[in-house]
Structure formats: structure tokens, C-alpha cells
């Protein structure tokens, strides 16, 4: 199937702790993004590369470390983990032009105790 | 800064019946506007994108219209089914340099019931 993958799907772990997001496309996108949805449902972005360069840098805290190893995969690892960070993350991709559509994974939610 | 705002925040309707999503916008400087639909334990689905340059978009039973002068687009069902049910949201493109595809406001969405 052509699609967006991320994994895992669900994600428990503790504060302090080093955790990593993966994220996959094959729709031929050379964009990618990290979203981030709090528990208001506030969709906000953090991250975007463009064939593995960074463009987009949100006002995102250091401990959030994105890495796109190639252009169809962006990876999300986060350290030092805190409750706040709490939330289902979203990778999306898209072709580089102003009206091509964000195609979104089906998220991953990370509950931090 | 761009504020985006759905209104209403909870619509439940009986099955068959035609509705309206209204999504409104602080910056008209905007280039394309997007509708999502997001399911529960889901991704968001991209419904509809219309350009700045056009009024309206269909696809199937729904229909987005764009007014940029007055910062407001709305998304149309025609006759609700129960699959329908679901977060429609809505979003504008952040333009900083145009440069920053991809960088969206979302409004906080609709959710949306429709019962049998």
C-alpha cells in the first residue's frame, strides 16, 4: 500500500528516558514533517525536511532531535523524556510545492509516566 | 499572527441531511486552504485543497468553497451518511519567505456525528 507508516503505533515510557519515532513514505515525496496534537487535539508542526535538509525548525526544545536519513524516511528521537511531552505525534509528506496536499501517518501516541 | 477558528465545534445530525462546516482565517494572504478529515486512533486524510486562485472544489458528495477577502471557506456535505462521522479540520499554509510548504495553522476541528 502507498502510505505514510509510522512506528510504533503506541509508545509508554518513563521520564528520563531516550525514545525514538520512525516514519516511512512511498509516495515518491521529497518533504516530510513531524506534527505534534496535545491533548487539546492543537495540531502544531516542529519539524520539515526537503530531500534530508532541515527547513522547518519550530520553537521546539532541544531534547527533540528529527533525522531523515534519506528522503523517504524521517525519524524523531526524543531525550530525556518529560510529562509534558506527552501527545500523539504525526509524520506527514508532501512534494515541495506550495499545492501539494500533506499526506499523514496514523500517528504515534506517547504517553510519558 | 494567523488564527483559525472552526465553527461549530460539535455538530450530531440525523442521517441524510445536508450540512455546513464553517472555517475562518485572521490573514487572507493565504495560497491554498485544506481540509482534513481525521478518524479516531487516526491519521488525517486530506479531503479537499483549494488554491487561492479558485472558489470552490468538489469531490463527491463534498464541496469546499474559499473566500479570501473575507477570510472564511466552508465545507458542504450533501446527504450525511453514519461514515461521515468523524474530525473535519481545516488549514492554512504559515507563509514565512515562501519558503515553508507544508507549514500549516489547523483550526481545532468539528466533530462531526451522524446517527442513523
Known sequence: ?113 | KQEVTQIPAALSVPEGENLVLNCSFTDSAIYNLQWFRQDPGKGLTSLLLIQSSQREQTSGRLNASLDKSSGRSTLYIAASQPGDSATYLCAVPIIAGGTSYGKLTFGQGTILTVHP
Open chain 1, 1 to 113: 500500500d502507498t502510505a505514510v507508516s509510522q512506528t510504533p503505533k503506541y509508545l509508554v515510557t518513563q521520564m528520563g528516558n531516550d525514545k525514538s519515532i520512525k516514519c516511512e513514505q512511498n509516495l515518491g515525496h521529497d518533504t516530510m514533517y513531524w506534527y505534534k496534537q496535545d491533548s487539546k487535539k492543537f495540531l502544531k508542526i516542529m519539524f520539515s525536511y526537503n530531500n534530508k535538509e532541515l527547513i522547518i525548525n519550530e520553537t521546539v526544545p532541544n531534547r527533540f532531535s528529527p533525522k531523515s536519513p534519506d528522503k523517504a524516511h524521517l525519524n524523531l528521537h526524543i531525550n530525556s523524556l518529560e510529562l509534558g511531552d506527552s501527545a500523539v505525534y504525526f509524520c506527514a509528506s508532501s512534494h515541495y510545492n506550495r499545492n501539494s496536499p500533506l499526506h499523514f501517518g496514523n500517528g504515534t501516541r506517547l504517553t510519558v509516566t
